[in-house]
């Protein structure tokens, strides 16, 4: 190794031998001239000297009759002389390895691990806001206090911290798991019907369940009691005297109710109406936008969306984006809508209707749907049986 790199370092030069090889190399050897690397090409013979002493060769070919010939060379005397033709090469070598070496002291891209509950923009705007962004300088960042500014920035993050794997920073949080609900066993309470239906479940986590599937029962009706007494042994004698249960009756009661629902529509609508597009490109370097072209933002209503897309090489976004932002101008128009239109403007204000007045977890699993009005107005009524949960906790008042 360490005389391979001696070569490397003065340089060498590889010749074939034409003529009288054998007397050529002894004569050389006796000269003190030192050869390595010796091979045969069919009857030339080949090997490898410095310049140096190649220079010595030609007196010792001419008494030796051999005629020598240089077919390579290599080392760093002959790659520096190369470089020197070629000044422009050397110079874009220096550039680019400065550019790298600044570049490289920014943040080249933000990854988001841990983040459940909190999107990924939520997260990324509250380590913006901190200081830490697609650009920023990293070798004068402190990371512990960047990771608790972005910290105290988001609502339920028990943990966080900021590493960077070279021009990347991970972001690495844990989300708080919520509270459990708290129940006041010492609220004495009852579980009543909050509106007329047919049992389908019931499932009590605190208290004795009165009713059973199947049963109908009316809105103010008892399903879970708070307050029982001891069930009786029909094979053991009765206790003197039964004891008494009093507490907060807590669990699920799903039934199988009946709804309904109304909503009015009316035949002119207004709606927004396409005028015109413009566009404007910028490429975004490291977080700085450069725009491309002289378009403004229109006056009055308009529509706006953009798309980015960014340079992507082997899997791993690098801070370097193409984005075009298009606006559309609009103006406001009413519409006269037909009975189709209507009726499907109806429909969907009924589907948000009944997703405001339904509890969470309920389903509609039959309705009739009826349209009636003509003209100014549309009406939809829709009659429903829906599955959904019925208990409602009310407090026992001793008096």
């Known amino acids: 190794m360490v005389e391979r790199l001696a070569h490397f370092l003065t340089g060498w030069v590889e010749f074939e031998v034409r ?14 001239v030192e050869f390595w690397g010796f091979s045969r090409r069919g009857e030339r013979l080949s090997a490898r000297g410095t310049p140096g002493d190649y220079k010595r060769l030609r007196e010792l070919a001419r008494r030796s009759g051999a005629h020598p010939t240089i077919v390579a060379r290599g080392g760093l005397p002959f790659t520096t002389a190369r470089l020197k033709r070629r000044k422009g090469l050397v110079v874009g070598a220096a550039a680019g390895t400065a550019v790298y070496l600044f570049l490289s002291g920014f943040c080249w891209g933000v990854t988001v691990t841990g983040a459940e509950t909190l999107t990924r923009l939520q997260v990324l705007e509250a380590a913006r806001q901190s200081g830490l962004s697609v650009g920023a300088p990293l070798r004068e960042m402190d990371y512990k206090a960047t990771a608790l500014s972005i910290q105290n ?80 042994d029909p094979y053991s004698p009765p206790p003197d005297e039964p004891y008494q249960v009093l507490g907060a009756a807590r669990g699920s009661v799903r039934a199988l109710t009946y709804r309904e629902f109304s909503v009015e529509v009316p035949q002119e609508k207004t709606v927004l109406v396409p005028t015109g597009r413009r566009s404007q490109a910028a490429l975004e370097v490291f977080g700085l936008r450069v725009p491309l072209g002289l378009a403004a933002q229109p006056e009055g209503s308009f529509r706006v969306w953009r798309s980015s897309t960014a340079w992507n090489p082997l ?36 589907r948000r209707l009944q997703r405001e007045e339904l509890p969470p977890g309920s ?37």
């Open 315 to 350: 899997g791993r976004a690098l801070p370097l984006a193409w984005e075009v932002t298009t606006w559309e101008t609009c103006r406001e128009e009413a519409v006269l809508l037909e009975e189709a239109g209507q009726e499907e403007a109806a429909l969907l204000a009924l």
């Open 363 to 399: 389903k509609v699993v039959e309705e009739e749907l009826s349209y009636t009005g003509e003209g100014a107005a549309r009406r939809l009524k829709a009659v429903c049986r829906c599955e959904e949960e019925i208990g409602l906790v009310r407090k026992i008042s001793v008096e």
């Open 153 to 232: 920035r988001l609502e339920g993050v028990t943990w966080l911290s900021v590493n960077n794997n070279g021009c990347f920073v991970e972001v690495s949080l844990r989300e708080s798991l919520p509270a459990p609900e708290v129940v006041n066993d010492r609220e004495w309470s009852n579980m009543v019907a909050a509106r007329p239906g047919t049992i389908l479940s019931v499932e009590a986590e605190r208290g004795r369940p009165v009713v059973s599937p199947g049963d109908t029962v009316t809105a103010g009706q008892l399903l879970i009691a708070g307050l029982y007494e001891q069930e009786l």
């Open 19 to 32: 003529g009288n090889g054998p007397r050529f190399f002894n004569t050389a050897a006796k000269a003190g």
